[in-house]
């Protein structure tokens, strides 16, 4: 069954320092989306992307965060200066956006900023 | 969407079925039930969905009232895998975006 892939599964990085975390969408899937889980809280929502832009984006999505599809497989979520609240498992999924199909999720890269 | 009411936690006995409730009163007619479950600090792992009727995968049975006020995630026979923390959630089944909405779900915990 195709699968959602996210690199690397734990990142650690020093605050202020940028950090790019890597996903691999299911290939037929059109809508990428980044979510970010901090350890212990609740799953949140941060960006979504849909041809080549933007779709929504929650108040956590500030200008230190940033998605591209640099390619015609990968999807990244850069943050360009880490803080220590940055640090938590950020979570990539995809959907192929037709009716009421599901998104399917990675599982997560681990950021730890120190 | 609308908000979801489930219950913080539930045990289940390996083998028995599980059968983990959510409510959801005020959901609309074109929202759809949507069921997920995050083992450990894994991605969130799509189960089963359902508008109306109810609705079986090799993973789970979906159970809506005839209101829809509520729904009910069976697990036949649970496993100590199925130990998981396990997400109702409503939202409207638009083609495009699809933004789910998390809230803290059911950590239901299978022993043996």
């Known amino acids: 069954e195709p699968e959602v892939t996210q690199t690397p599964s734990h990142q650690v990085t020093q605050m202020g320092q940028e950090v790019i975390l890597r996903c691999v969408p299911i290939s037929n899937h059109l809508y990428f989306y980044w979510y970010r889980q901090i350890l212990g809280q609740k799953v949140e929502f941060l960006v979504s992307?849909?041809?080549?832009?933007?779709?929504?984006k929650s108040e956590i999505f500030d200008d230190q965060f940033s998605v591209e599809r640099p390619d015609g497989s990968n999807f990244t979520l850069k943050i360009r200066s880490t803080k220590l609240e940055d640090s938590a498992m950020y979570f990539c999924a995809s959907s192929n956006g037709q009716g009421n199909s599901p998104l399917h999720f990675g599982n997560g890269t681990r950021l730890t900023v120190t | 969407d609308a908000k979801t009411t489930q219950p913080p936690s539930m045990d289940c006995a390996e083998g028995r079925a599980a059968n983990l409730p959510c409510n959801h009163s005020?959901?609309?007619?074109?929202?759809?039930v949507y069921w997920y479950r995050q083992i450990h600090s894994q991605g969130p792992q799509y189960i089963i969905h359902g508008l109306k009727n109810n609705e079986t995968n090799e993973m789970a049975s979906l159970i809506i009232t005839e209101d829809r006020k509520s729904s009910t995630l069976i697990l036949p026979h649970a496993t100590l895998r199925d130990t998981a923390v396990y997400y109702c959630?409503?939202?409207?089944?638009?083609?495009?975006?699809?933004?789910?909405?998390f809230g803290t779900g059911t950590r239901l915990l299978v022993s043996p």
């Open positions: 005020t959901i609309s007619g074109n929202e759809y």
């Open positions: 992307f849909y041809n080549n832009e933007i779709s929504e």
């Open positions: 959630i409503v939202r409207v089944g638009d083609t495009g975006f699809q933004k789910l909405v």
